[in-house]
């Protein structure tokens, strides 16, 4: 049960440590785009500590049995709306926008290493958890850095989003849609039975 922290016993699963990093990046790429609440001395701290909930969080859900997944999934997007909105000057509907934003930017993050860490295995015959975490590094680095330089121009860092609820509606949907395409392959007869 304690490797799918990092090493999860199926190539095609994320190690959950590599999740809650995903997740931690996904909501600091938005700390660092949307204006903040005023916490100089203490938003370093605050960092770390939303850092080790996720990780912590991240690995007890690593230990639940599979018909977890799915509340699993709702409550780390529920500690990345808290994040977000503890550290953001922000209304709750703009909140809830970002944090889709956000766990899509981390499902997708998780995923792109994923993919790209299975076909190096499967091309070189070789696998190991040093190039498993090197292989996260550069695809998060790359991607993380490309979207903040993206996003940064697409939404104002000193004013609200004032997001209607048909929007909200909207994008909430389209977020839950993209999650459930890229994680079909998850899905089986006896999962859904469960």
């Known amino acids: ?81 808290m994040a ?17 934003h956000a766990f899509v930017l981390a499902e997708f993050a998780a995923s792109l290493y994923k993919q790209l860490y299975v076909w190096n295995v499967r091309i070189s015959g070789y696998e190991s958890f040093l190039q498993s975490f090197i292989s996260m590094i550069i695809v998060y680095s790359v991607t993380y850095i490309i979207y903040y330089r993206f996003e940064k121009g697409n939404i104002a860092p000193n004013r609200n989003l004032n997001v209607s609820r048909k929007e909200l509606i909207s994008v909430v949907a389209t977020g839950v849609g993209a999650f459930i395409m890229s994680n079909i392959s998850f899905i089986n007869f006896k999962f859904l039975c469960f």
Request: glycine share 4%.
């Open 1 to 81: 049960m304690f490797s799918a922290f990092l090493d999860p016993v199926k190539l095609q699963d994320t190690p959950r440590l590599f999740t809650a990093i995903a997740e931690f990046l996904a909501v600091f790429v938005y700390f660092n785009i949307y204006k903040k609440k005023h916490f100089e001395k203490t938003y370093a701290f605050l960092c770390v500590g939303i850092f080790a909930i996720q990780v912590v969080f991240q690995f007890i859900a690593g230990l639940l049995p599979i018909g977890f997944w799915i509340p699993s999934m709702v409550i780390a997007v529920l500690i990345m709306y």
């Open 84 to 100: 977000l909105y503890t550290v953001l000057d922000i209304k709750p509907k703009d909140c809830a926008v970002i944090t889709t």
